[in-house]
């Protein structure tokens, strides 16, 4: 048998479709990598220089063109004029690494993201052995193809014409490449960062020590320094001893955070590595590594020495509450770098990790992670929980609470929802099967509404024809497990420091990581209708001012509405039933909205506090 192999009819379609699917940034990336990847493999050969990658204005063109434009030049191992031919202009192609492969090099990286975003061109110079040529792939939109672009010379066209000695970079000995982003047009300044990626002129730096974890040994990666003001730019390449538009080195985010962290450490999980730091000060340490693209309050994950992913508050807050890290949060940056001995990969486009298949936000692995590393909590991080935390007692004997809970236990039966029934007169329609006599299933009941509109039809509709196809073992499902322990409420603040910037913006409460089972529930002390709460019985109660009425007030209010919300969170979480009632139904009906909706409802409160405040005041209640 033989077989006529596939081929690719539109590339340059190909090659669009999968440069839409890249972030913005991307192609600083692959070319980075790129440049790492030829001192690699230089320093592999035996030559130990040391490796040096340099993002700096292309000063030759300026000097040819009058246009700025950004280029990256590297002293790897360089190519020779048929290898760039090879290389760059094919897709797929295995590169000189020899490692095409799932998680290794996919031979599309430059292409698809620096040749889309340079369709005017991208030039490579490359030396090799001392000698240089160059090509210029670019899009040729008459026809419609990328490609390489020919040199008319005096002697006729050339693809990979010889480059005069003189124009070789300083920073390369014998071999090494530059590259040049001529982006989409003639008069297109690729210095500046791309719009779609937005960013000041600190673009590169951002990017890049975001970017990578760790810098490789003896590899030194470089940014020339620009300023907002094009005019204000030197037209040719400032001497090292310059003050101003000089190199600024990219040491990574590790490095980043080891150098402005009080704390730091690893704490090693069955299936990664959890690198952790906390910050004394994380505003002040935020804004020192903003120009840097570091802040605190931060989770990643990384593969293969770079991160693939950044998560910011909100999500990052609920991720460390998951890590055990309930108060707080904002001190903390943990970035996970999963084991090798896992099945790990990266996308086409090198944005997201892929464990077995599946992508890891979706596949839940920070719930695995997190669980392991509350078990492991370095001392460190669970100090600095301890001291914010320790902000927010107000009741160091638990009085409150016993009370709370004392009045819940007279209602006690109302606490567990009842089941539902079987009726065949009812709207509601039982699904799935009815198990070991059905008693656990008779919650398990949905309502249905039937296409025709009303009543019960007879036959057999079309679901229930395809429930019998369904494997009569039924799937395997998690186990839901819900906290039957009243969760504690914590009063939290910005004035002493328990709430974070940005944490619970106006909204009433929220509990802190699983909705299901979490055990402590933040209350917010700024919201405005706690404060409103307050502020009308402070002005029927303590018109002076006095300070010790004002705690009286402060420790009613909060003790009714804490006790309302103790009470939503367990009734609201015997609903679960995995049917009418699923986890995620629970995480809606208990989000910081919901819980905001249960302390706005405040008639019924505003009668106890004025009862309490009446009776201990001694004075006649004004309530009608
Ligand atoms: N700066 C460079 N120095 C030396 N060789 C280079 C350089 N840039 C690219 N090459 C060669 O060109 C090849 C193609 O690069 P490209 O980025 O398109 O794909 P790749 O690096 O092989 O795979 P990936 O999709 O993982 O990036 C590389 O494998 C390498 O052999
Ligand atoms: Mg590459």
Request: glycine residues 8%.
């Amino acid at each position: 048998m033989s077989t006529r192999a596939m081929q690719v009819a539109n590339i340059a379609f190909l090659l669009d479709r999968l440069a839409a699917d890249t972030p913005p940034n991307q192609q600083i990336r692959e070319l980075t990598e790129n440049a790492l990847e030829a001192i690699e493999r230089r320093h592999k050969a035996g030559d130990a220089a040391e490796g040096i990658i340099r993002w700096d204005v292309d000063w030759d063109n300026l000097k040819r063109t009058n246009q700025y434009k950004l280029s990256i030049t590297d002293n790897g191992d360089g190519m020779t004029s048929q290898q760039m031919l090879d290389y760059l202009n094919a897709l797929a192609v295995q590169g000189a690494n020899q490692t095409q492969g799932i998680s290794q090099n996919f031979g599309v990286g430059a292409k698809i993201t620096a040749l889309h975003r340079n369709s005017h061109g991208l030039v490579y110079q490359s030396w090799h052995q001392g000698k240089g040529s160059m090509v210029k792939l670019h899009r040729d939109d008459k026809e419609g193809v990328y490609g390489l672009a020919s040199f008319d010379l005096a002697d006729g066209p050339d693809w990979t014409p010889r480059i005069k000695d003189s124009f070789k970079p300083k920073s390369i000995d014998q071999s090494g490449t530059k590259v040049t982003l001529l982006g989409t047009s003639e008069n297109d300044n690729t210095c500046f960062p791309p719009a779609d990626a937005g960013g000041g002129m600190n673009w590169l730096i951002t990017y890049l020590t975001g970017r990578y974890f760790r810098v490789p040994e003896n590899t030194k990666i470089q940014v020339r320094v620009l300023t907002k003001d094009e005019d204000a730019w030197p037209s040719e390449e400032p001497s090292p001893s310059a003050k101003t538009f000089n190199f600024q080195t990219v040491s990574g985010s590790k490095a980043l955070f080891d150098q402005y962290s009080e704390a730091k450490g690893t704490v090693q999980l069955a299936t990664a590595d959890a690198h952790w730091w906390v910050f004394a000060d994380p505003k002040e340490d935020s804004k020192k590594m903003s120009t840097r693209g570091g802040r605190t309050c931060k989770v990643g994950i990384v593969f293969q020495d770079e991160v693939y992913v950044h998560l910011t508050p909100p999500t990052a807050r609920r991720l460390l509450a998951g890590f055990g890290i309930v108060f707080g949060a904002d001190h903390v940056v943990i970035y996970v770098e999963p084991k090798k001995t896992l099945d790990i990969r990266a996308d086409t486009a090198r944005s997201r990790i892929i464990i077995n298949g599946e992508d890891v936000q979706e596949a839940n692995w920070f719930e695995i992670w997190g669980a392991e590393f509350r078990e492991k909590m370095p001392a460190e991080i669970k100090a600095k929980i301890d001291e914010i935390m320790a902000k927010t007692e107000r009741d160091p004997d638990g009085k409150t609470r016993e009370r709370i809970l004392e009045r819940l236990q007279r209602i006690r039966d109302l606490l567990r929802p009842t089941r539902y029934r079987r009726d065949p007169n009812g709207s509601l329609r039982a699904s799935g099967q009815t198990l070991g006599g059905g008693s656990e299933f008779g919650d398990t009941q949905r309502e249905t509404t039937s296409p025709g509109g009303g009543g019960h039809r007879g036959g057999r509709s079309s679901d229930d024809y395809l429930a019998d196809l369904v494997e009569s073992g039924g799937e395997a499902v998690n186990a839901v497990v819900v906290s039957t322990k009243e969760p504690a409420v914590k009063w939290v603040s910005r004035a002493d420091g328990t709430r974070e910037e940005g944490e619970l913006d106006d909204l009433a409460a929220e509990i802190v990581g699983d909705t299901l089972t979490g055990e402590i529930v933040k209350a917010n002390r700024d919201f405005r209708g706690y404060r409103d709460l307050v502020g009308f019985f402070t002005k029927e109660f303590n018109p002076g001012g006095d300070p010790a009425i004002n705690r009286k007030i402060v420790e009613y209010v909060e003790e009714w509405l804490e006790g309302q919300l103790v009470e939503a969170i367990m009734t609201v979480r015997n609903l679960t039933n995995g049917r009418t009632w699923t986890p995620a139904d629970i995480d809606r009906a208990l989000s910081a909205y919901s819980l905001t909706t249960v302390m706005m409802a405040r008639f019924h409160i505003v009668e106890r506090v004025k009862r309490s405040l009446s009776s201990d005041l001694a004075r006649p209640s004004k309530a009608a």
